[in-house]
């Protein structure tokens, strides 16, 4: 039960991966560890700093059937499913300076991001049968590109906008 790491001594400042610890667990209402999925050592060697497991912003997302996280530092997308099913998909090739900043998962399972990269920001959808991301807007043409994705209710994504609000585009 609890934080799965430790201090390593003669190891860089920090703590360092338990390989056999999960990224994603699941507790029941009394917190108790009831699941586990994606164990650390599956996605980064075991003497790295736990803090660089993500090496970037890391985004989580869930709905009603489903958890997603994007491994910062553009490494991968994981989804794991109601029934513990674990699907991992690439993810989206970043340049030096850019950084995934947000993560939707709506109802119907249609997976966004943004990425930021220079002052601007760029939304992408998860096309999973080809295992890619394809862009998305979330302005009307010709008008001024909105934030980064913040997240979904039901099939609604929510974008950050103008004057530090929020607007919400039906993705059915």
Not at 52 to 70: C, E, H, K, M, Q
Request: proline fraction near 8%; avoid cysteine.
């Amino acid at each position: 039960m609890g934080i799965e790491y430790e201090p390593v001594p003669g190891k860089m400042p920090g703590r360092v991966i338990r390989p056999r610890a999960n990224v994603i667990r699941h507790f029941d209402r009394e917190g108790n560890q009831i699941g586990g999925f994606i164990p650390q050592a599956s996605v980064a060697p075991p003497d790295l700093p736990r803090p660089a497991l993500n090496g970037g912003s890391t985004n989580l997302a869930a709905s009603g059937d489903r958890v997603g996280w994007y491994q910062g530092g553009g490494k991968q997308y994981f989804e794991v499913a109601a029934d513990g099913t674990v699907r991992s998909y690439p993810a989206l090739a970043l340049e030096s300076g850019e950084d995934i900043i947000g993560l939707a998962l709506t109802a119907s399972g249609r997976v966004f991001i943004s990425k930021l990269g220079g002052g601007r920001v760029q939304s992408y959808e998860l096309d999973r049968t080809h295992g890619t991301w394809q862009p998305v807007q979330f302005a009307a043409p010709g008008a001024t590109p909105l934030g980064p994705v913040i997240g979904a209710a039901g099939n609604a994504v929510a974008v950050g906008g103008a004057g530090r609000t929020v607007e919400l585009f039906s993705v059915n």
